[in-house]
């Protein structure tokens, strides 16, 4: 895991605003996560209820990925295919988040964050990832 970590923590600078990357299985058990530092004044506004940080939205997102993973099954209902991705917009944060079953990968952000920029790396995520989706499949047979 420690490969997957510094690759994660090689993508939070690579996006602006990007604040922190969550990897879940479907059920929402965290196996991996990567925050950037809270910067000072932001720790500040947050303590007013001026601005709310990224660890806010990361409290919530382990119930969000089983959630997400649902909304996907339903939408595969419909007959339009499968859905490899969302994007929450709340009024503080972004929440990208890919299908890369059975695993989910969460991508927690500012409002700035490049939601585009994220869901352009899909490709080269599924890639990295499919090593150890192969090994959490094996392990849930």
Known sequence: MSEYRAFF???LTRVHGLESI???????A??????RPVAEDKVEGAADGAEADAGEATVLEPAMSGVFVMACDQA??????????????????????LNVAP????????????AGAVLAMAPE???????????????EE
């Open 125 to 139: 995520l599924y890639a990295g990832l499919e090593p150890l989706c192969r090994v959490v499949m094996d392990f």
């Open 30 to 35: 965290v196996l991996l996560q990567v925050t």
């Open 76 to 97: 595969a209902k419909l007959g339009i295919g499968a859905t490899s991705s969302m994007i929450s917009y709340y009024e503080n944060n972004v929440i990208v988040q």
């Open 103 to 114: 695993l989910v990968l969460s991508f927690i952000g500012s409002h700035q964050v490049n």
């Open 22 to 28: 969550l990897l879940t299985d479907s059920q929402g």
């Open 9 to 11: 923590e090689e993508l």
